[in-house]
């Protein structure tokens, strides 16, 4: 398997047996909710946590500050930035467009190879579920995305989702760990996947685009009066 472009999750490249970076493993932590919004990024206590340099450290807050994760605050280090529900289901509005550029392009240059490996990541992302291990689902989700947008070959389609997944993806990850809302995108997933093993580039567009409005009329639900907004950030 060739490697994992930069910008993905730890779990990504450790499947591509690519090492991750200090970068890599905060975006990991603010996705998954370790770091809550707003939440002072000490410089000293990150260091000591990953065995990294200060200098190591700075950097990769910088970069994930040009993600639009991490917030400079003037003369007072950096924090994690609060992504709104609306903003996050704008940039999904964006990705739907861009992914089902990259799912159809994969679909129309798949290779043998590639196709018996999605078929075992199907039937992976079919018993995480089935056994309730929601972190396992989402980190295969994870996984489909970086497989899909790598084997599109399309750098700009690449580029622009590397900048806008990690904002939207803290919102999937907490909607994923909801056992029922797992269930439906599992089958969402499975679509896709099906229309890119048999090749369909228009099948697996439509498919993306299915499951990306889902996740925003789920988000758009969930973020209601009634269910409050807090969660989601």
């Known amino acids: 398997m060739s490697p994992v472009p930069d910008g993905h999750s ?4 450790a499947e591509a047996g690519v090492d991750p ?3 890599d493993i905060i975006r990991e932590a603010i996705v998954r909710g370790e770091y809550a919004p707003n939440q002072r990024l000490i410089e000293a206590d990150l260091s000591a946590a990953f065995s990294a340099s200060r200098a190591t450290v700075r950097t990769a807050l910088l970069e994930l ?3 639009g994760l991490v917030e400079r605050l003037p003369n007072r280090g950096s924090r994690v930035r ?5 903003e996050a289901i704008e940039i999904l ?24 490996a999605f078929h075992r990541l199907r039937s992976r992302m079919i018993e995480a579920v089935s056994e309730g291990d929601l972190v396992e689902y989402s980190r295969l989700n994870q996984y489909l995305d970086v497989r899909i ?4 070959r ?3 389609a690449s580029e622009v989702l590397s900048r806008l997944h990690a904002q939207s993806v803290r919102h999937q990850f907490k909607l994923s760990s909801r056992p029922q809302r797992a269930k439906v995108s599992v089958l969402e997933h499975i679509a896709i996947i099906d229309a890119v093993v048999a090749r369909d580039p228009e099948a697996a567009e439509r498919a993306v685009r299915s499951h990306l409005l889902s996740v925003i009329d789920a988000l758009r639900d969930l973020s209601s009066p009634g269910h409050g ?3 989601f950030h």
């Open 82 to 86: 609060a992504v709104p529900v609306e």
């Open 93 to 116: 509005e964006v990705r739907i467009g861009v992914e089902g550029l990259c799912a159809a392009k994969t679909a129309a240059s798949i290779s043998d190879d590639d196709i018996a």
């Open 21 to 23: 970076t200090v970068t």
């Open 10 to 13: 730890p779990a990504a490249e």
């Open 154 to 156: 399309h750098a700009t």
């Open 229 to 231: 907004t807090a969660a």
């Open 65 to 67: 500050a040009g993600e």
């Open 149 to 152: 947008r790598e084997l599109s």
